[in-house]
């Protein structure tokens, strides 16, 4: 069964202080995977997309990295702000059928920073 | 990028009544994508637009209940019909577009169903 399970599910840490989080999936055949931010009440917002090829990929203070050996991610966050608190969402695409692709996503950790 | 609006941004509806929810976008896009995400839960599509024909549902919804129109490449309704509490849930529209399907997302609508 295709799932992507994030951890951990909360995570409240202090400002400045860096915090990495997990993605694990069982999704094949894997197309690529992504990361998004969603403040609350809002949409959410890409941070990054990753293929089966890239084992690392920065988007300023945001890194996430890719193992599709182990079907591992994690995005990691340096000097953390305020405008960090939000829900972190991993979802990893699957192609089939030809052209078609499907999202599977993840319920999220949801990171507070504090001052 | 694309740019998405939606219109309510929220929305307090009484048990049996109907909501039409707008997303518009700022360029033509060919799929346009209505997500629902009920509180603590993630993402769960509930249906792909594409214009000119009808929408395509994934499993556990329904025409009759999601209606949903596409008439132009930067426009679509979702409607929210016969409406329950269990339909309390934010409402995301959204598109893809890019080399690797990007998706873009509206800022939801917030719906409340007494």
């Known amino acids: 069964k295709n799932q992507v399970e994030q951890s951990p599910q909360s995570l409240i840490i202090l400002e400045g202080k860096n915090c990495t989080l997990q993605c694990n999936y069982t999704v094949s055949p894997f197309s690529n995977l992504r990361w998004y931010k969603q403040d609350t009440g809002r949409g959410p917002v890409s941070l990054t997309i990753m293929t089966f090829s890239e084992n690392t990929k920065s988007n300023g203070r945001y890194t996430a990295t890719l193992d599709a050996d182990t079907k591992q991610s994690s995005l990691h966050i340096t000097a953390s702000q305020l405008s960090d608190s939000a829900s972190y969402i991993c979802v990893v695409i699957f192609s089939y059928a030809g052209n078609n692709r499907k999202l599977i996503w993840g319920l999220g950790t949801s990171l507070a920073v504090n001052p | 990028s694309a740019v998405i609006s939606q219109k309510p941004s929220r929305d307090i509806c009484q048990r049996g009544t109907s909501l039409t929810i707008q997303c518009q976008v700022d360029?033509?896009?060919?799929?346009m994508f209505w997500y629902r995400q009920q509180p603590g839960q993630s993402l769960t599509l509930i249906a792909t637009?594409?214009?000119?024909?009808?929408?395509?549902?994934e499993s556990g919804f329904v025409i009759d209940k999601f209606p949903i129109s596409r008439p132009n490449l930067t426009f679509s309704t979702l409607t929210v019909s016969n409406m329950s509490p269990e339909d309390s849930s934010i409402y995301l529209c959204?598109?893809?577009?890019?080399?690797?399907?990007?998706?873009?997302f509206g800022p939801g609508t917030r719906l409340t169903v007494l």
């Open positions: 959204s598109v893809s577009s890019g080399s690797y399907n990007e998706q873009f």
């Open positions: 360029s033509q896009v060919t799929m």
């Open positions: 637009a594409n214009q000119g024909s009808e929408a395509t549902y």
